[in-house]
């Protein structure tokens, strides 16, 4: 059985160590010695994600979650208030992911505590996943053999199961106009600005539906204020859990920038759209949601099955064929100094996860 105070102490013990994105080398000194004292054969990739198997009987599953948090994640202190643990109010307090990495921990030391059968276990702790999902990119997956599992790095309750998430193109857009005194012969300028602007009020922006969102989050111009701004920039993302849909608003994207393009002639709107993950969408009679719910059954929980407007490493496990499924660890307000982790819902998910390992 999961171990309330032990767990505690883990997650406490791990969200000391600081872990922004790209320097996690303390963290994943700490997981390897962790995982190689309960057994574990642990390698590492090479970008330097942890690759860890322990044998087993039966069909192997993968349990994932991401070794960096956000900043501001130095110096963090964890504070308990009864059953909720925060930080000082100066920093996040990184329960994303180490609730994740403490819940794949305690449920692993519970099912070698009590001696009982288990499956093949393959562990992927991923580096820079905040980065955007960098690390698990690199990921060796020559060297895992799971078709399932489970990332554990989602929000709320363990019972939480992500079944579908958004893939994202992401939107580029450099324009060249002309540059000319503003005050002496603004004609003979072309405004960069003017053209990103008369883009912007055509694209289709914001919920498009209940599946698709598109955004432009940045956009840089001009020099001075006497100057027909020459160069703009524009920097977008479009989001949907239907690929079609996807391929659909980013050629209505394509459109807008060569009609309003077809305008300017003299200028030059360049624009580049690339793919940065794809979606996974999948429903109840799902092999990796029957293994999850049966555990989270056994532990008195039922499963609700959400789809996500964000992607994770889940999405790049799906590219790569292997069925792992997010779900709750536990953890509220992630990427904010407000971020708490309700120790309850941590124990549940060690719970759960001890299920999972056992093939129940
Ligand atoms: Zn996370």
Redesign the pocket.
């Known amino acids: 059985m999961a171990n309330r105070e032990r767990l505690l102490k883990t997650l406490m013990d791990l969200i000391r160590i600081d872990s922004p994105t790209g320097e996690e080398d303390a963290m994943d000194q700490e997981v390897t010695a962790r995982l190689q004292a309960l057994g574990f054969t642990v390698h590492h990739d090479s970008f330097n994600n942890v690759i860890a198997k322990l044998d087993g009987v039966g069909e192997p599953v993968l349990l994932s979650?991401?070794l960096?948090?956000?900043e501001p994640g130095r110096g963090i202190k964890p504070v308990l208030h009864g059953d909720t643990l925060r930080s000082d109010g100066t920093t996040i307090l990184g329960g994303?992911?180490k609730a994740?990495v403490s819940i794949i921990l305690e449920g692993i030391t519970s099912v070698l505590e009590s001696g009982a059968q288990h499956l093949p276990v393959e562990v992927a702790f991923s580096r820079a996943?905040?980065g955007g999902l960098v690390g698990v990119h690199h990921m060796d997956f020559g060297r895992l053999s799971a078709k399932r599992g489970v990332v554990f790095?989602?929000e709320g309750g363990v019972n939480r199961i992500t079944v579908a998430a958004p893939s994202q193109n992401v939107v580029k857009a450099y324009i060249q106009g002309r540059a000319a005194h503003a005050g002496l012969e603004p004609e003979k300028g072309i405004s960069a600005v003017l053209i990103a602007a008369h883009i912007l009020t055509q694209l289709p922006l914001g919920r498009i539906d209940s599946e698709t969102t598109s955004n432009i989050g940045r956009i840089e111009g001009g020099l001075k204020r006497n100057i027909i701004p020459e160069t703009a920039y524009m920097d977008g993302e479009i989001r949907s859990r239907d690929q079609s849909k996807l391929n659909q608003y980013t050629q209505q994207f394509r459109e807008v920038f060569d009609r309003v393009a077809a305008l300017y002639p003299e200028a030059k709107v360049s624009l580049e759209i690339e793919n940065t993950y794809y979606s996974f969408n999948v429903d109840a009679s799902h092999p990796t949601v029957g293994m999850i719910s049966r555990a989270l059954a056994d532990a008195g929980l039922k499963p609700q099955l959400e789809g996500s407007g964000g992607g994770?490493?889940a999405n790049v496990f799906f590219e790569n064929g292997i069925a792992a499924l997010p779900v709750g660890?536990g953890?509220r307000a992630?990427?904010t100094k407000e971020e708490t982790v309700i120790i309850p819902e941590v124990l549940e998910g060690a719970e759960v996860c001890q299920r999972i390992i056992q093939g129940l």
Do not use: K, L
Request: proline share 0%.
């Open positions: 979650a991401h960096d948090t956000v994303d992911c994740g996943e905040e790095d989602a994770s490493d660890i953890v992630f990427h």
